[in-house]
């Protein structure tokens, strides 16, 4: 056969290996042609069968990535979609009805597309490796698992737990496979040829799940299941601004999880689903992702030592993060007593993330607490993540840049101080770049790499790179007070408080929020992020005028800074807000107007004064740094979807009643 994106080989004992090495890309994904040249692979093997079949990956970094969202995206009508959801049903079915063994290999990423292919073979075995990751994450993008997962996941499973890999999108290690009963063996990808081998000789039976797993994907149970699953998705999504995981438990429950058998004008449907401009908002900003994704690449030394200076709530939770994506860490506080929480917060992370004891403990070994701060002179880059104080900061940078190597990386992680009122002091200011992270380390994506006005191309580059190498997601920014996402954000959370000093309730103020789409109201987030850090950055960005937040500055005083000290705007039990039920029957949507339009207005003004480069990354920085709507594709999204004039005409009414800190910046008028 004349193969371009596979390859098959027949072995001395009759056993077919299958590789899949796409062409021209780095990664395997599926396109049209991917997928006709299996159907016809599938095809040739049906006929001349050999003894049993395994299926691989000839890439290192994965098995595969799911569908090819280039070809995806271009596609222009509802009818075109289904052709192509039709094309992959077809190719998989005869993949899944070929009469010999098929045994899928995996290592890396398995996502998507390439889960339904391992699903479509009888058996599948997984490295056993930290970087293996098998999901269905589908609904991330306002789509439905399409290619047959939601059809062969449930009974290989269990409902329950499928669905719960479906309407997260979460991915799962070789490990987690194999006890859920995805995987049916886990082991290490050097003896994945034995272990075809010994697999194939003697296949065992396909794997049935337990009793109690395999109840909820019978008939009769499928309706209580669902409306449980329908419950819990609707604490976290409404069906309006997420209609994906909705139609996910439509498709299982109703359709036999097969694309094929939904009506066209049916809400689940793959056309209602592709015409939903929640769909095409995620679909946008998972292109964004890869944009950014490929912002740190280059021929760049990596980091191989860091120091970091400061191990509190942000400096340390960096620190650790860096030791646990293999990176030697230093770290400095001015005593044992303030770096031991920032390990033991470290430890826990590794034990969660990592799970195997002798991947933990080489983790926390790259975790050094350095009292005397030996680690400068040793480090590629230093981050200073010290107190919001541009005085104490200067005074720091006077002191170590001398003891720093040549060609070492000087890095702030200030919130809101532009970079060139830390600058003066140093020699090399061309050497010193903001990396601004977000609370929790962990979790938050997104990094700004802050120019400053000295520094060098070079310097940025380094510091995207690091952000790649480190797995987050740099946003190159110029350095003015709050960057982006801190300056958009916190006209958002000054509106609320002042709402709040009116007397309207907290509560009513988060809930106006979530029902915009934002995933938490800004009384809320203000608790979590501290108080104390809502007055610092707030000082620093208020415009002149804007009143002074007076039930803010009350907390402050009483040294109420919200969750930390468990008592802010709310009342903090376990980790969690203590609020009145319901808002009763107030209309939230002028509050969250009033509540979004500073923010919007802010970010037209970043545009204009190029904060950012263009408008697409304005909207993923201030998606991944703050959370705001996804599903509305950011605030530069966000005006087109309602229309500018509409929103002027609302800031124009909101400035009469309120003043002048809704005045329209001039940037309106370019958009």
Request: charged fraction near 25%; aromatic fraction near 6%.
């Amino acid at each position: 056969m004349d193969l371009k994106h596979w390859k098959l080989e027949i072995d001395a004992q009759n056993l077919a290996w299958l590789w899949f090495d796409r062409a021209g890309t780095a990664t395997n994904t599926f396109s049209t042609e991917v997928l006709e040249e299996l159907g016809s692979i599938a095809d040739h093997l049906a006929a001349m069968p050999p003894k049993g079949l395994a299926i691989l990956s000839a890439k290192d970094n994965g098995f595969a990535a799911g569908a090819d969202i280039d070809e995806f995206t271009t596609i222009s009508s509802a009818e075109q979609a289904m052709a192509f959801t039709t094309l992959g049903n077809v190719v998989f079915d005869k993949v899944a009805a070929l009469p010999f063994p098929t045994l899928a290999m995996i290592h890396g990423f398995c996502m998507g597309g390439g889960t339904e292919l391992a699903l479509a073979c009888r058996y599948r075995i997984a490295d056993d490796g930290p970087k293996t990751r098998m999901a269905l994450p589908e609904v991330m993008i306002g789509i439905v698992p399409g290619w047959g997962g939601a059809k062969r996941m449930p009974p290989l499973i269990g409902a329950a737990n499928a669905l719960d890999l479906m309407l997260t999108g979460r991915g799962v290690d070789g490990r987690r496979a194999k006890k859920l009963g995805l995987v049916d063996d886990a082991t290490p990808r050097r003896h994945f040829a034995n272990a075809v081998r010994l697999f194939l000789a003697s296949p065992p039976p396909p794997h049935r799940p337990r009793f109690a797993a395999a109840v909820t994907d019978w008939p009769l149970v499928r309706s209580l299941v669902a409306s449980m699953s329908r419950k819990k998705v609707a604490e976290k999504a409404r069906q309006d601004h997420y209609p994906a995981p909705y139609a996910i438990i439509d498709l299982w429950k109703d359709f036999g999880g097969d694309v094929r058998n939904i009506p066209l004008e049916h809400p689940a449907s793959m056309a209602s689903l592709f015409a939903h401009p929640t769909t095409r908002n995620l679909i946008r900003l998972f292109k964004l992702q890869d944009r950014m994704k490929g912002l740190g690449k280059g021929d760049i030394e990596p980091i191989r030592h860091l120091h970091v200076i400061g191990a509190g709530a942000m400096g340390g939770d960096i620190a650790a993060w860096a030791a646990f994506k293999g990176i030697t860490v230093t770290l400095q506080d001015l005593g044992p007593e303030r770096i031991s929480p920032a390990v033991q917060r470290a430890h826990a992370l590794y034990r969660k993330r990592l799970k195997q004891p002798h991947l933990v403990q080489a983790a926390f070994d790259r975790l050094i607490p350095d009292v005397k701060g030996d680690g400068v002179a040793k480090a590629d880059l230093v981050i200073e993540a010290i107190v919001e104080n541009a005085e104490i900061k200067r005074k720091l940078f006077a002191g170590i840049e001398p003891r720093m190597k040549a060609g070492a990386i000087l890095a702030t992680n200030t919130s809101s101080i532009p970079l060139q009122e830390l600058s003066g002091v140093l020699e090399r200011p061309e050497r010193l770049v903001g990396l601004h992270f977000f609370n929790p380390v962990a979790q938050m994506m997104l990094v700004e790499i802050v120019e400053g006005p000295q520094t060098s191309p070079e310097v940025m580059q380094a510091g995207q790179a690091f952000a790649r190498q480190i797995d987050k997601l740099p946003l190159p920014c110029k350095s003015a007070p709050g960057f982006l996402v801190n300056r958009v954000l916190s006209p958002y959370l000054m509106e609320a408080m002042l709402m709040l000093d009116e007397g309207v309730p907290g509560e009513t103020i988060d809930a106006a929020a979530r029902d915009f789409g934002m995933p938490m109201g800004p009384i809320e987030l203000a608790d979590m992020v501290g108080l104390d850090i809502c007055w610092a950055v707030g000082q620093e960005l208020a415009k002149p005028g804007t009143p002074i937040p007076k039930k803010l500055q009350a907390n402050i005083e009483a040294k109420n800074l919200g969750k930390k000290t468990g008592k802010g705007f709310y009342t903090w039990v376990k980790g969690k807000p203590q609020k009145a039920s319901g808002s009763g029957s107030v209309d939230l949507k002028p509050i969250a107007d009033r509540l979004v339009l500073p923010a919007l207005n802010e970010a037209v003004a970043c545009l204009r004064e190029k904060i950012v480069t263009d408008a697409d990354l304005c909207d993923a920085g201030v998606i991944f740094g703050t959370g705001f709507a996804p599903h509305r594709g950011g605030p530069i999204s966000a005006i087109e979807e309602r229309g500018k004039e509409s929103w002027l005409k609302t800031m124009a009414e909101l400035r009469a009643k309120h003043g002048d800190r809704f005045v329209a910046d001039s940037g309106w008028d370019s958009l």
